[in-house]
């Protein structure tokens, strides 16, 4: 395949599955111009890998797992350097909206912090439950056995119902 070629299908499989990527780097990342930056990060490893990509997986297979690399790898870059530069929390600059959020948006609200508390595997493993993958394809994505798979989605499913009860 010619350069061209590769180029087209290349951007022709991002443009399919873009939506990995977004949903991706919004659970990982709060702050917009980080989700960007994110964004690039994981399109640059899918390219340099996008030579070796063999057709075992399917392509959202293939790309949720780069993803999700680069964003774990990210996260924990970006928690070292917070750690360390100790900001102002990014609450403080944010305006409040006056309307009331109603109980289902409260208890999402809590849901997506209770999720972004997580460890970071824990994080990727809801991310792909609640995208509604079979534990097959979490396992092939994440890198673990199905059942691996099925016994720690289990066990976070308890824990956030646990930490949503004794709220």
Known sequence: MNATDKSALFLSVIESHK????????????????????????????????ESYTDQ???????????????????RKENRRKEIANPLDDDILN?????MPTEK???????????????????????????EKSHKEIAEIIGIS????????????ALLKQKFSSR
């Open 57 to 75: 997986y399917k392509y959202s297979t293939w790309i949720y797992r780069i993803a999700l690399n680069v964003a774990i790898s990210f996260y």
């Open 19 to 50: 939506g990995i990527l977004y949903k991706v780097a919004n659970s990982y990342c709060k702050d917009s111009e980080d989700r960007k930056d994110l964004i690039q990060e994981m399109m640059v490893q899918l390219w340099k890998s996008f």
């Open 146 to 157: 199905e059942t691996n798979a099925a016994t720690k989605i289990g066990k976070i499913k």
């Open 105 to 131: 948006e409260q208890n999402l609200a809590v849901l997506h912090q209770f999720i972004a508390e997580l460890k970071e595997l824990d994080k990727a493993l809801m991310l792909l439950y609640l995208e």
């Open 95 to 99: 305006v409040s909206d006056t309307t």
